[in-house]
C-alpha cells in the first residue's frame, strides 16, 4: 500500500524549527537540523517550505501568536506590559525573530496583534479610536522592547533585573498618566502623517509622501547636516 501523507507534518516541521530557533536562534536554524528535528529528511522540508527565509517567516508568525496569547487574557494596559516583558525574557530568542527587519516586507505586512492589543487597551483608556494612539504605542512599545533587549543582550541577572523591569513598567505607567493628563498638547517633530500605518497588516507602509523627517544630529554647538553628520561618523570609525 502506498505511504499516507502525514497531515502534521507541516506543524511537526514548524515546531523542530521554533525549538532549533528559542535554543540557539541563527546558528541553530539550518535546514538539515530541522529536518533532524522534525524526524524527517531535508527534501521533504525543502518541499514545504521554499528556504531558510521561508522557515524563518512561519517561525516569526507563530511566535507572534504566541506572545498575543501570553499578553491577550490581560485586563489592564500595566498587566499586558508586564506579560510582554515576561515572554521576551522568558524565550529571548524566540522574541528576538520577531524585531528583525520588521519595518521591511514582508514582516511589515504581516498581523502585529499584540501592537493593536495594546493599542486598542490604550484607546478605551485614554478614549477616541485606536489609530490615534499609534504613535504614543509606538513610543511605549520601544520601551518596552529597548528594555527587553538590554536585559536580553546584557545577561543582566537579578537584584539589576527585577528593578529593570519594575522602572519600565513605572515609566510606562508616567507617560499614560501624562497623555491622559495633557489631551492636544502639541508635539515634537512633525504631525503623524496619514501615510505612515502601522500594525494594520496590507495596509501597512512607512515610507512616502510629503512628510519623510530629515535626521539631524544636535551638539553642544548647534545641528549637523547629514553630510557632516556621516562624515564625523566616518572619523570615529577610523579612529
Not at 505511504?3 to 538539515?32: F, N, S, Y
Not at 524585531?99 to 504581516?110: C, H, T, W
Not at 500594525?199 to 539631524?216: N, P, R, T
Request: net charge positive; proline share 6%; aromatic share 8%.
Amino acid at each position: 500500500m502506498p505511504r499516507q501523507a502525514d497531515p502534521q507534518l507541516e506543524q511537526r516541521i514548524l515546531d523542530a524549527a521554533c525549538r532549533l530557533w528559542a535554543r540557539g536562534g541563527e546558528k541553530a536554524l539550518t535546514m538539515r537540523g530541522v529536518a533532524i528535528a522534525a524526524g524527517t529528511t531535508t527534501p521533504t522540508v525543502y518541499g514545504r517550505y521554499r528556504d531558510r527565509e521561508d522557515i524563518l517567516r512561519s517561525v516569526r508568525l507563530q511566535t507572534r501568536a504566541e506572545l498575543f496569547a501570553a499578553v491577550s487574557p490581560t485586563r489592564t494596559l500595566p498587566q499586558a506590559c508586564r506579560n510582554y516583558l515576561e515572554f521576551a525574557l522568558q524565550h529571548p530568542h524566540a522574541y528576538e525573530v520577531l524585531f528583525d527587519g520588521f519595518a521591511q516586507s514582508p514582516s511589515l505586512r504581516e498581523p502585529w496583534p499584540t501592537f493593536n492589543f495594546l493599542r486598542m487597551n490604550l484607546a478605551r483608556r485614554l478614549g477616541g479610536p485606536p489609530r490615534q494612539y499609534t504613535r504614543l504605542m509606538l513610543s511605549l512599545w520601544s520601551l518596552m522592547h529597548g528594555t527587553a533587549m538590554l536585559m536580553i543582550r546584557g545577561g543582566v541577572a537579578n537584584p539589576l533585573r527585577a528593578q529593570m523591569f519594575h522602572s519600565c513598567l513605572d515609566a510606562l505607567e508616567a507617560i499614560i498618566g501624562d497623555a491622559a493628563r495633557s489631551k492636544g498638547k502639541p508635539q515634537s517633530g512633525p504631525k503623524w502623517p496619514a501615510h505612515l500605518i502601522l500594525g494594520a497588516a496590507e495596509e501597512s507602509k512607512v515610507s512616502g509622501g510629503e512628510d519623510d523627517f530629515s535626521l539631524s544630529v544636535t551638539t553642544r554647538r548647534g545641528k549637523l547636516s547629514k553630510r557632516r553628520a556621516a562624515a564625523a561618523l566616518r572619523s570615529l570609525r577610523s579612529s
